[in-house]
């Protein structure tokens, strides 16, 4: 059954358009995720879903058409909505048409760690770029990592940037989030995981580095790079060297780069 509300003043269209605050987001533990992309993706997730709002000219096309039947199979709330309505409720200036609320999901290092063979996790420490973290997630998810930690530092796992930034990743990939750093390193030890760390001094070119057994892989902002206490921590330091006049490379991209060599050296 699909409801139809017509008031920019309805209390389902205030809750949700509050979801684009965090402090709402933590009160209510929901999220928005937005886009035909995106609602695809969680509506075939095992994510719990609360209510899909949608426009009468969105439902005409045939891609979230199926995405608004898989969502009524899975027991969400359908909202048709005009596009005045939606636009109030969504983050993006030109909304698609369609947007999904969804209950946010936590997740603990060692549940993760308990049912993995030989992990690699990756870390962002003091990451607070959302389409940094989101990017990294997505690659993570694309090198077959087996989940993302964001220590307390890091950027909101659930702002609407993050999530979108994503492209779904989010709810295919296990993220770990608000976990202190002490906490981290006390996983992980009783986990028997390597700690490699992103470093200048000291370090070695990521290449030179055994990315084979069960690692997690830190990588900081560019701003301030790792950790001090992660740092001392790591059995590993590791750097991309750079070749041309740049100084550093974008953190997302560095991501990219050391833990393709991480899928070249585990295959």
Same mark, same amino acid.
């Given at each position: ?57 969105? #439902? /005409? ?6 995405? *608004?039947? @898989? ?5 969400? &709330? %359908?909202? !048709? =909505? ?7 409720? #969504? /983050? ?6 369609? *947007?999904? @609320? ?5 997740? &603990? %290092?060692? !549940? =993760? ?25 997505? &690659? ?128």
């Amino acid at each position: 059954m699909t409801m139809v509300i017509t008031s920019l003043q309805n209390k389902l269209v205030k809750e949700a358009a509050g979801l684009k605050q965090k402090k709402h987001r933590d009160e209510s533990g929901l999220f928005m995720a937005e886009g035909v992309r995106l609602c695809e993706e969680v509506a075939t997730s095992d994510w719990l879903l609360e209510t899909c709002f949608f426009t009468a000219e969105a #439902a /005409e096309d045939r891609r979230t058409g199926l995405v *608004l039947n @898989t969502l009524s199979t899975r027991g969400c &709330t %359908l909202i !048709e =909505v005009s596009p005045a309505i939606l636009s109030k409720i #969504a /983050e993006t200036e030109e909304p698609q048409g369609i *947007l999904v @609320t969804v209950r946010q999901k936590k997740i &603990t %290092l060692d !549940e =993760v760690l308990v049912a993995a063979k030989v992990p690699c996790i990756v870390v962002l420490d003091g990451v607070r770029d959302p389409g940094n973290a989101g990017t990294i997630i997505r &690659t993570a998810d694309a090198a077959g990592c087996t989940a993302v930690v964001l220590l307390q530092d890091c950027v909101d796992l659930y702002a609407g940037k993050t999530v979108r930034s994503t492209m779904g990743s989010l709810v295919h990939l296990p993220v770990i989030y608000s976990i202190t750093t002490a906490e981290f390193l006390a996983v992980i030890k009783k986990y028997g995981l390597k700690l490699a760390v992103t470093a200048i001094d000291g370090a070695k070119p990521y290449y030179d580095a055994s990315l084979t057994e069960a690692v997690a892989i830190v990588f900081g902002s560019e701003s301030h790079g790792v950790s001090d206490e992660l740092t001392a921590a790591s059995s590993d330091k590791v750097y991309i060297p750079m070749l041309g006049k740049t100084e550093s490379l974008n953190v997302a991209s560095a991501a990219a780069i050391i833990l393709y060599e991480a899928v070249r050296q585990r295959a």
